[in-house]
């Protein structure tokens, strides 16, 4: 029966600060595999990405354990790698029979393109050693070409192999802090379970666990931490978050890719890789597990971007501010008829529309603080962008306790 209204209750949105989830866990792993061996699983294309939500989505397609183990690959262990630590993890896996990364990096693009959720990448099973690889080139033809494109790539996740047959000089190992790759990240450290297998596989690096380890991770932490913020549901009783996993036997030990234990370098010698910039797995004395020694990136300690976190939160304050912005790009600017300059009303959307957006990044944990700042006194056409200042507060990372411990016979 119809009734009169008398009081119309609109539904408001947006009040309880809810967003859409977020891609940050999206990653992608490209993988070389000859061009015989790609031609067996006839529904994963070459230079194509095929999305994973599970690590069965890989399996229907033929492309298992079995498979890799008849092909020498390792492409189902690091899927798998990541899905063991990113449950909720989405994977797109390229695969590309250019033997270096250089050479598909050419081709693979367009993937990457058609998949703008794709934050981070991992390469795996390539040509390179570190002599050979070329950090600041994949930079350039990589990252800062995407870039160009208002499409930002938080990492890119490198193996870095010993030349065959030889194994690392820590001390000659060449100096990535002195590179201009502040998104390159080059892994050098491996299960020796799984590098015992084949002979093809003595030399690999651990992609798969670093991008498991990320895409767990909120943006703002690091790879290395010895505990994560959001753990998975069977994780959530622990105190930590290792890579060691004796149920399924992985990550009991660990080794440098040249296949030196880790517990046959120094301190020093781990003091130096960390210097210069090298990312391996190792443990802490008296602690249960192994954890990866860091997020270190292919440029100078100094750099505001010299770690995988800060990075990402960049990133992400860019992807935020730009988004809030857009809507005003195009429209029209309201003056102060008294001055000339940007009226008071339209600073204040501008800022607050910008503020919003650092703001949930602040109540999602990811930054500690932000400021916004825009200047009236601005002449604004064509040839004149508005001009914003923001800056975010990103939260620093504790590497180490130094604790002064002593007896007493009172507490005064």
């Known amino acids: 029966m119809a009734q009169l209204t008398g009081v119309n209750v609109n539904k408001l949105q947006g009040g309880l600060g809810r967003g859409n989830g977020t891609t940050d866990s999206y990653v992608g792993l490209v993988g070389y595999i000859s061009a015989d061996t790609l031609?067996?699983?006839?529904?994963?294309?070459?230079?194509?990405?095929?999305?994973?939500?599970?690590?069965?989505?890989?399996?229907?397609?033929?492309?298992?354990?079995?498979?890799?183990?008849?092909?020498?690959?390792?492409?189902?262990?690091?899927?798998?790698?990541?899905?063991?630590?990113?449950?909720?993890?989405?994977?797109?896996?390229?695969?590309?029979?250019?033997e270096s990364i250089e050479k598909a990096i050419e081709v693979i693009i367009p993937a990457i393109r058609e998949n703008s959720e794709i934050k981070g990448l991992g390469f795996c099973g390539f040509s390179e050693t570190l002599e050979t690889l070329n950090v600041d080139a994949i930079q350039?033809?990589?990252?800062?070409?995407?870039?160009?494109?208002?499409?930002?790539?938080?990492?890119?996740?490198?193996?870095?192999?010993?030349?065959?047959?030889?194994?690392?000089k820590v001390n000659d190992l060449p100096n990535l802090r002195e590179k201009a790759a502040p998104n390159i990240t080059v892994i050098i450290g491996q299960d020796p379970a799984v590098a015992s297998l084949e002979e093809a596989y003595k030399n690999y690096s651990a992609i798969g666990s670093a991008l498991g380890m990320l895409a767990i991770r909120k943006i703002s932490e690091n790879m290395g931490s010895v505990n994560i913020e959001n753990k998975p549901a069977n994780s959530r009783a622990t105190t930590s978050y290792p890579l060691t996993d004796s149920a399924s036997s992985r990550w009991l030990s660990s080794a440098l890719s040249d296949g030196t234990p880790l517990n046959e370098l120094s301190k020093t010698d781990l003091k130096t890789l960390?210097?210069?910039?090298?990312?391996?797995?190792?443990?802490?004395?008296?602690?249960?597990?192994?954890?990866?020694?860091?997020?270190?990136?292919?440029?100078?300690?100094?750099?505001?971007?010299?770690?995988?976190e800060n990075n990402r939160v960049w990133n992400a304050a860019k992807r935020a501010i730009r988004q809030s912005l857009l809507p005003y790009v195009k429209g029209k600017v309201k003056k102060d008829p008294s001055t000339g300059y940007i009226k008071s009303t339209t600073i204040a959307t501008w800022h607050g529309a910008a503020s919003k957006a650092l703001e949930q990044m602040q109540i999602k944990n990811d930054i500690s603080g932000y400021e916004v700042r825009i200047d009236s006194n601005q002449i604004v056409n064509e040839d004149n962008p508005v001009k914003i200042r923001a800056v975010v507060v990103t939260d620093d990372i504790a590497h180490e306790f130094d604790v002064d411990l002593g007896l007493t016979n009172n507490i005064e």
């Open 140 to 168: 350039k033809n990589l990252v800062d070409e995407f870039t160009k494109e208002n499409r930002d790539l938080d990492f890119v996740l490198l193996e870095g192999k010993p030349k065959a047959g030889e194994t690392f």
């Open 274 to 308: 960390m210097q210069k910039g090298y990312v391996f797995i190792a443990g802490y004395e008296g602690f249960a597990g192994l954890f990866f020694s860091g997020s270190t990136t292919c440029i100078e300690k100094a750099s505001d971007f010299s770690t995988i």
């Open 39 to 98: 031609a067996l699983l006839p529904e994963i294309k070459e230079n194509k990405a095929l999305q994973l939500l599970q690590i069965e989505d890989l399996e229907t397609q033929g492309f298992n354990d079995s498979f890799d183990a008849n092909h020498k690959l390792l492409v189902h262990y690091h899927i798998s790698e990541i899905f063991r630590l990113a449950p909720e993890a989405v994977v797109y896996f390229i695969p590309t029979t250019s």
